[in-house]
């Protein structure tokens, strides 16, 4: 039997995405590889017509966005439940962290409105449920619509700009206990020293993590806020 173009393809993914779980100790399932197939198939097709990622090779696209989340995802708190992903774009980390931890209830914001149409029409591809797309800038009223009672559990961040900015738009949604994180390169641990009169002013504690993305090996940092203990914010 002749192999296809599509087949080649295919396979080529695949090989990537196991590669990837792999580089990260996650251990490839069949059903978890086939969803991030589908989704990046999506987004290189997407990619073609609207500006979702500037990545344009299959291989950075599944080194440096799964890459990412796969950091991300393995630094969770396990007892973390609800996510709000700010400039979520293609959908990196929230709605890849969504494939990857299935339970984690979801809220993705952009403000761009054909980057939520790519995905919600991802979500529907895959049949995800817990997770919703929403158009509109956070902190304006009524953004995020979908709010938890006491608030996220984890709001993240891996294009929104400055740490301060992060920090302004997602306290007031962060829930008690709940994590603030910013997604950085290897200029992350100076980018929050410059940014430190705002974690004084919130009475913020600050954990940071130097990383490095399975397969390529690059530099990443990963910086967590959360309120000090008896302390409500400033």
């Known amino acids: 039997m002749p192999i296809y173009p599509w087949n080649r393809t295919i396979n080529r993914l695949t090989e990537l995405i196991n590669r990837t779980l792999a580089g990260a100790k996650t251990t490839p399932d069949p059903l978890l ?3 991030l197939a589908d989704y990046f198939t999506e987004l290189n097709r997407w990619n073609r017509r609207i500006n979702l990622t500037g990545l344009k090779s299959m291989e950075d696209m599944v080194f440096k966005h799964l890459g990412d989340t796969l950091v991300l995802a393995h630094e969770l708190p ?13 959908g990196v980390p929230g709605l890849l962290l969504k494939i990857l931890r299935p339970e984690l ?12 149409s790519f995905l919600r029409t991802i979500i529907a591809r895959l049949d995800l449920e817990g ?12 953004v995020p619509a979908r709010m938890p009672a006491e608030g996220f559990d984890l709001i993240t961040s891996r294009a929104l700009g400055s740490i ?3 920090i302004k738009m997602a306290l007031p949604l962060l829930s008690p206990s709940g994590l603030i ?3 950085k390169g290897p200029g992350g641990p100076e980018e929050l020293e410059e940014s430190m009169d705002i974690v004084r002013e919130k009475r913020l504690e600050v954990k940071i993590l130097e990383k490095h ?3 390529l090996g690059h ?7 959360r309120r000090a203990l008896h302390q409500e914010d400033a």
């Open 164 to 166: 301060p900015c992060l």
């Open 213 to 215: 993305l399975p397969v």
């Open 33 to 35: 590889t086939a969803r």
């Open 131 to 142: 997770i919703k797309a929403e158009h509109g800038r956070v902190g304006d009223t009524g």
């Open 105 to 116: 209830e979801v809220v993705l914001v952009d403000a761009v409105r054909k980057k939520v």
């Open 78 to 90: 396990v007892n973390t439940g609800t996510l709000l992903d700010i400039g979520s774009g293609a």
């Open 219 to 225: 530099g990443r940092c990963l910086i967590f806020f």
């Open 181 to 183: 994180t910013a997604m």
